[in-house]
């Protein structure tokens, strides 16, 4: 079974700080992992997402997230947040030939002018 | 293009009543998902229909719930004898891919149908 952490269920930011949220997974087998974001009134949209390769992976908004296999990881990062990236944002995880995507509860960021 | 669409947004019923929530995905995506959030939590996939292929309803909750997919086009949740738990948001989602590549095409999803269960 496969499972995602997501320990922050809040996040306040100012504006142009950096920002990290955290996800971590369990999984017994070689997985993929997504980033989605659900901002105000839309519906959830994918972020980015790692399959395979570099375990660096980025999205067009500024945001990166890296794969991190030793410590289950898949954190998200960005060095300048700005107020349009106040969403919630949720990590996933699935494994080839399981479609399945399971998903953390996510996390709501909310930047501070 | 239009992306999925659900209905209602909102709905409001009592307990005991059956409910039915409707998902029209994005033309031409062959894979169609339906979650669950309840407030605090995480999304909970209830099922998964891909083309013609029986659909995987391991994530359905209990015999209460049932779902139905025309072809490749809208799906249909039903909710019978509605329960508080059962209040949530029901998330509908669609891609493009296969079973194969599900994992390497994103899910596209719906704003979500709001159910209170009074």
């Known amino acids: 079974a496969q499972s995602v952490t997501q320990l922050d269920s809040q996040v306040p930011v100012f504006e142009e700080a950096p920002v990290e949220l955290r996800c971590n997974y369990s999984?017994?087998?070689?997985?993929?992992l997504f980033w989605y974001v659900q901002y105000p009134n839309q519906g959830l949209q994918l972020l980015l997402k790692y399959l395979s390769g570099s375990t660096l992976v980025e999205s067009i908004n500024g945001f990166e997230a890296e794969f991190n296999k030793s410590q289950t990881s898949f954190h998200l990062r960005k060095p300048s947040v700005h107020i349009s990236d106040t969403a919630e944002y949720f990590c996933?995880?699935?494994?080839?030939?399981?479609?399945?995507?399971?998903f953390g509860t996510g996390t709501r960021l909310t930047i501070i002018p | 293009g239009a992306g999925v669409s659900q209905s209602p947004s909102n709905k409001v019923t009592e307990k005991g009543k059956d409910v039915e929530l409707r998902c029209d995905p994005i033309?031409?995506?062959?894979?169609l998902y339906w979650y669950r959030q309840r407030l605090g939590q995480g999304l909970e996939f209830l099922i998964y229909?891909?083309?013609?292929?029986?659909?995987?309803k391991s994530g359905l909750p209990s015999d209460r719930f049932s779902a139905e997919r025309t072809g490749e086009s809208v799906s249909t949740l039903t909710i019978q004898r509605t329960q508080q738990e059962d209040s949530a948001v029901y998330l509908c989602?669609?891609?493009?891919?296969?079973?194969?590549?599900?994992?390497?095409?994103?899910?596209?999803f719906g704003n979500g149908t709001r159910l209170t269960v009074t």
């Open positions: 989602a669609s891609s493009p891919a296969g079973r194969e590549g599900a994992y390497n095409s994103p899910l596209h």
């Open positions: 999984s017994s087998v070689s997985v993929y």
């Open positions: 229909f891909q083309g013609n292929s029986a659909p995987d």
């Open positions: 033309s031409g995506h062959t894979a």
């Open positions: 996933a995880v699935s494994n080839f030939g399981n479609e399945k995507l399971t």
